[in-house]
């Protein structure tokens, strides 16, 4: 299995360890979790982010422009086309891109499914769910940890 495939499985699963931990705004801790804290905590657990991410100082809804600088600060932008499992998608939420997910994939029925893992503040705790076409409609942009770029 190539490095970068190793790396992705290890993301997914890291980020599968938190399902079930409670939504917390601004939460970072194996037992409270945001949407930011869940790919945060992941990075921190692989070492692919520093501490230096660890950014608490945010509204209920956060700044879509500092969102998007705070990613782009830790993060490298892809195209959407290549997102893949271990990436971190940004989400339009309702109107505007506010919310993290972790992308993610699933079999089932003998296919394999695309899924995303996020702290979800409708269910209090983080999941995994399927990726549909109408939550795909709300990706706005894709990023990646800089070690599946580079």
Request: with cysteine; charged share 25%; aromatic share 4%.
């Amino acid at each position: 299995m190539p490095a970068d495939a190793e790396l992705r499985d290890r993301i997914v699963a890291a980020a599968r360890g938190y399902l079930g931990v409670a939504y917390t705004h601004q939460g970072m801790s194996e037992a409270r979790l945001d949407c930011r804290g869940l790919p945060l905590r992941v990075g921190r657990q692989l070492n692919l982010i520093g501490a230096a991410a660890e950014i608490n100082n945010y509204g209920r809804q956060p700044n879509p422009a500092r969102l998007r600088d705070l990613l782009a600060q830790y993060l490298l932008p892809i195209a959407l086309q290549d997102a893949r499992e271990g990436d971190v998608l940004l989400l339009r939420v309702p109107k505007d891109p506010r919310h993290l997910a972790i992308r993610a994939s699933m079999e089932s029925g003998g296919e394999t499914w695309p899924t995303i893992i996020h702290a979800d503040n409708v269910t209090g705790q983080v999941v995994e769910q399927r990726l549909t076409d109408k939550t795909a409609a709300l990706i706005d942009s894709a990023w990646a940890f800089p070690e599946l770029v580079l």
